[in-house]
């Protein structure tokens, strides 16, 4: 199977070219920006053809929760046209998408964790343009699956993990948020998965019903929980302090409870999935090597 990962620069797409070598079933295309860009559709039509593509990890979105504010219409061309020219191209070679969507499809004001049918009521420009992106993929009819995730973090790119070690090491005290809870995500776990439902026995799943799942580590955290473990397993001794999110005040609106049940992905597709504070602790000796 000839498989592309766009958006292979990223943290997710940058862990799944770690494991490609574990998965000798799979010939991998490893495409991002300015290589391939998913928002021409003639270019990246061209690319499936010619390149005998049989299925996509879409790793390519626009993931600038604030910034997407102020560029809504950029964001709105990456997380929906660019998913919709992903379809339209794999429809010419019969091939299969996995594509990866967020928490923030949610409001926050659920406050038990959100099963993958519960009503979404995204809150920001973000959200929005990711439902939007969903829902191209699951009213196709291409073989396809949409995984929803939350907190990505990873020893690659910049993410908040990262942000938390350079303060930790300039500040001797910080503020970081409390009343936002969902869960990290270790990316290299989320790339581990992706790989197995596409060569794992059961995957048969991906098709043309446009299943949704949600996936992120095991456990619950809020922002504040997470750069305390980020300290503590790091070997900082910045002291992290509680502040509400009206303290911290950002031109997205956040969901304050984001917590994702993954009950289905463990199901159907037999996996294990760690809890949140192992991972990290896996992603920190990795950085700190």
């Given at each position: 199977m000839r498989v592309l990962i766009t958006g292979s620069n990223g943290q997710l797409g940058s862990e799944i070219k770690e494991l490609a070598t574990n998965y000798s079933k799979l010939d991998f295309i490893f495409k991002d920006l300015p290589e391939l860009d998913i928002c021409n559709f003639n270019l990246l039509e061209s690319f499936i053809i010619d390149n005998n593509i049989n299925a996509v990890i879409n790793?390519?979105?626009?993931?600038a929760v604030d910034k997407a504010e102020e560029e809504s219409i950029i964001a709105t061309k990456v997380?929906?046209?660019?998913?919709?020219?992903?379809?339209?191209?794999?429809?010419?070679?019969?091939?299969?998408?996995?594509?990866i969507s967020t928490d923030y499809v949610f409001d926050g004001d659920h406050f038990f964790p959100y099963k993958e049918l519960d009503p979404v009521s995204p809150i920001g420009v973000y959200g929005?343009?990711?439902?939007?992106?969903?829902?191209?993929?699951?009213?196709?009819?291409?073989?396809?699956?949409v995984i929803?995730?939350?907190?990505?973090?990873?020893?690659?790119g910049n993410n908040f993990v990262k942000t938390m070690l350079r303060l930790g090491s300039e500040k001797e005290n910080l503020g970081v948020i409390f009343d936002q809870v969902g869960t990290p995500t270790y990316a290299r776990d989320l790339a581990k998965t992706c790989l197995e439902i596409l060569t794992g026995a059961n995957s048969l799943k991906i098709s043309k019903?446009?299943?949704?799942?949600?996936?992120?580590?095991?456990?619950?955290?809020s922002w504040y929980d997470f750069a305390i473990s980020i300290m503590e397993l790091g070997g900082?001794?910045?002291?992290?302090?509680?502040?509400?999110?009206?303290?911290?005040?950002?031109?997205?609106?956040?969901?304050q409870y984001s917590v994702l049940n993954k009950f289905k992905i463990k199901t159907d597709f037999k996996i294990e999935i760690p809890y949140w504070r192992d991972s990290l602790k896996d992603c920190l000796e990795k950085i700190k090597s």
């Open positions: 790793c390519a979105a626009y993931t997380n929906y046209e660019g998913v919709l020219n992903l379809v339209n191209a794999l429809k010419k070679v019969n091939g299969k998408l996995i594509h929005k343009t990711k439902r939007a992106g969903e829902l191209v993929v699951m009213n196709s009819d291409i073989d396809s699956i929803r995730t939350s907190w990505l973090y990873s020893s690659h019903d446009g299943n949704l799942y949600h996936y992120s580590n095991e456990g619950v955290a900082e001794n910045c002291k992290v302090k509680p502040i509400q999110t009206k303290d911290y005040p950002t031109l997205a609106k956040r969901p």
